[in-house]
């Protein structure tokens, strides 16, 4: 029953986002029970907790980091489903920091930073995000940074991750700028 229960979820699940959930059918099917515990675990963060664009930019940054294409795609497309302007979307996506906005460059360089284990950088700009957000904010987005890491890292992990693609916003290719990169 639970095995039927995630097939028609993962059914939805893909038909939603047009995404090939191969790899979690394969969870589902030898581990239901654990899959259920990651899609939960996967889901920890309280989105109120913080603005869509701080959410999206955390997402990005943590997606970029292991994902060069489908996980990528489909947290963009996740976030603009939030309400995230493309435009801002395609900042984040490009490293621009001026175009994504403050809310966003906030989020982005916290991110970087605590991806990085740059101390000397995370450390003011996670004061920052407790000053606006409260330290809600502050668990949300870092939960929201290692759950974005999760899909693609158990892709990869189980072998399905053999292929990269351009990311699209509101219909358009949008420039993708590897974090490894942004940081050189």
């Given at each position: 029953m639970l095995k039927a229960f995630l097939n028609r979820f993962l059914d939805q699940f893909e038909r939603t986002w047009s995404y090939d959930a191969s790899y979690m059918?394969?969870?589902?099917?030898?581990?239901?029970?654990?899959?259920?515990?990651?899609?939960?675990?996967?889901?920890?963060?309280?989105?109120?907790?913080?603005?869509?664009?701080?959410?999206a930019a955390v997402g990005v940054v943590a997606t970029l980091a292991e994902d060069c294409g489908p996980c990528t795609q489909i947290g963009v497309d996740m976030a603009a489903a939030a309400g995230v302007d493309p435009q801002v979307l395609r900042a984040i996506l490009a490293g621009d920091e001026t175009a994504m906005g403050e809310t966003a460059a906030l989020a982005w360089r916290f991110a970087q930073a605590s991806l990085a284990r740059d101390l000397t950088a995370a450390d003011p700009l996670r004061d920052e995000v407790v000053r606006r957000w409260g330290e809600e904010g502050l668990v949300a987005l870092s939960l929201a940074l290692v759950a974005s890491r999760m899909y693609p890292t158990l892709k990869y992990a189980l072998g399905y991750g053999k292929t990269c693609s351009r990311v699209v916003v509101a219909g358009e290719p949008a420039p993708v700028a590897h974090p490894a990169l942004l940081a050189a």
């Amino acid at each position: 029953m639970l095995k039927a229960f995630l097939n028609r979820f993962l059914d939805q699940f893909e038909r939603t986002w047009s995404y090939d959930a191969s790899y979690m059918r394969l969870v589902a099917r030898v581990q239901p029970k654990s899959a259920v515990k990651f899609f939960l675990g996967a889901g920890a963060a309280d989105r109120a907790a913080a603005p869509a664009e701080a959410f999206a930019a955390v997402g990005v940054v943590a997606t970029l980091a292991e994902d060069c294409g489908p996980c990528t795609q489909i947290g963009v497309d996740m976030a603009a489903a939030a309400g995230v302007d493309p435009q801002v979307l395609r900042a984040i996506l490009a490293g621009d920091e001026t175009a994504m906005g403050e809310t966003a460059a906030l989020a982005w360089r916290f991110a970087q930073a605590s991806l990085a284990r740059d101390l000397t950088a995370a450390d003011p700009l996670r004061d920052e995000v407790v000053r606006r957000w409260g330290e809600e904010g502050l668990v949300a987005l870092s939960l929201a940074l290692v759950a974005s890491r999760m899909y693609p890292t158990l892709k990869y992990a189980l072998g399905y991750g053999k292929t990269c693609s351009r990311v699209v916003v509101a219909g358009e290719p949008a420039p993708v700028a590897h974090p490894a990169l942004l940081a050189a």
